[in-house]
């Protein structure tokens, strides 16, 4: 979308709070996929670490092979077993949603 | 989706990182939600306004209507004039999919 900023090339002002929470969810996602195979999708390894660690307090069960098997298959929309950034940010929009109680 | 806690009815551990980014996007799209008409749904002043202060490195020229207007009419959906949680939510998808080099 040309009206978004390629903010390698343009001078920025000082980061929002709202860009660094932005930032962070990226870079943490990053960090998960970059474990084994492909360092831009998740495995389902990849996937339940980051699950387990990062969001404890949003899944539950999330130490359980079937709730993580059955969460990345309902995230998956190619079924080829690796989550896509854009997968995983459906689940963290299902979590926000849920979180503020927004009904989607 | 069941396997999602309810975080108000359990106990929590510790926020995590990735956590407390999420709790801050869901935050900030209230703050500016919360200004006129619906609080759940953002119209385009206040669009505009979150785009001009909250994203000032990620969406150039926010300051011109035209430029909301056409970034609004992208993500409304159902075209309503009114941008709810999940259609802002893949806004921001957008944004850290760009941010982060990933193709869609």
Redo the contacts between chains.
Sequence with gaps: ?S?????ST?R??A????????????T???TYAGKDGSS?TLSKDEFQN?VT?????????ASDPV?IE??MG?LDENNDGEL???EF??L?????????G?T?
């Design positions: 979308m009206s978004f900023r390629n903010i343009q920025v002002s980061q929002s709070i709202m860009e660094a929470a932005i930032c962070t969810l990226v943490q996602f990053k831009s980051l660690s990062e969001l404890p307090n949003y899944v539950k069960n709730v059955q969460l309902s896509t950034f854009y940010w459906q963290i929009g299902k979590l926000a949603s849920k979180q503020g927004f989607q």
